[in-house]
T-cell receptor, first 116, second 112 residues
Framework: KNQVEQSPQSLIILEGKNCTLQ??????????LRWYKQDTGRGPVSLTI?????NTKSNGRYTATLDADTKQSSLHITASQLSDSASYIC???????????????FGKGTHLIIQP | NAGVTQTPKFRILKIGQSMTLQCTQD?????MYWYRQDPGMGLKLIYY???????DKGEVPNGYNVSRSTTEDFPLRLELAAPSQTSVYFC???????????FGQGTRLTVV
């Protein structure tokens, strides 16, 4: 069964500190992996997409890594800001789908709180 | 470009009442989805559609119904509201089954 596991479930850090969120998956055949940011009371918004051939991709203070061999991804946040407080969801796509809803597998998210 | 639009944003229902959550997208996406998110939990798929006239059940369909008469609209119907349906509901769309999902802003529903 295709699964996406995220850790930690929640994390509290001080403003200005760095943090790393983890995503492990068993989705196969793999197409891509996206990290979404979900602000409180809002819908998730895509931060970055990683394809099979990519190891690292940055989006401002966010850096995503992918190890397709070990089926692990991480999202590193540098110099955290209060606005980074949100849930971060890892979503893995199949290379092809049977036409149903199995093309996307969602993790449960990591709830990040940045304290001043 | 509005993306995915949901209405209403907030609603309080009494047990046994019915309502329809509206969702429309202007990206000409074939795939549309309804999720619910309980406090502190991940997204759970209720129903999805792969195109106009085609819908199918997701992980938690009981108590809900959907229709897809046009590419743009994908309403979610609650027939007999129950307290267990208190949640935040998100509509999403994507170009393909494996493409990026675009989400609406959510509908916060409370059943009392």
């Amino acid at each position: 069964k295709n699964q996406v596991e995220q850790s930690p479930q929640s994390l509290i850090i001080l403003e200005g500190k760095n943090c790393t969120l983890q995503c492990n998956y068993t989705v196969s055949p793999f197409s891509n992996l996206r990290w979404y940011k979900q602000d409180t009371g809002r819908g998730p918004v895509s931060l970055t997409i990683m394809t099979f051939s990519e190891n690292t991709k940055s989006n401002g203070r966010y850096t995503a890594t992918l190890d397709a061999d070990t089926k692990q991804s991480s999202l590193h946040i540098t110099a955290s800001q209060l606005s980074d407080s949100a849930s971060y969801i890892c979503v893995v796509s199949l290379m092809y789908s049977g036409g149903g809803a199995d093309g996307l597998t969602f993790g449960k998210g990591t709830h990040l709180i940045i304290q001043p | 470009n509005a993306g995915v639009t949901q209405t209403p944003k907030f609603r309080i229902l009494k047990i046994g009442q019915s309502m329809t959550l509206q969702c429309t997208q202007d990206m000409n996406h074939n795939y549309m989805y309804w999720y619910r998110q309980d406090p502190g939990m991940g997204l759970k798929l209720i129903y999805y559609s792969v195109g106009a006239g085609i819908t199918d059940k997701g992980e938690v369909p009981n108590g809900y119904n959907v229709s897809r008469s046009t590419t743009e609209d994908f309403p979610l119907r609650l027939e007999l509201a129950a307290p267990s349906q208190t949640s935040v509901y998100f509509c999403a769309s994507s170009y393909s089954a494996t493409g990026e999902a675009f989400f609406g802003q959510g509908t916060r529903l409370t059943v009392v």
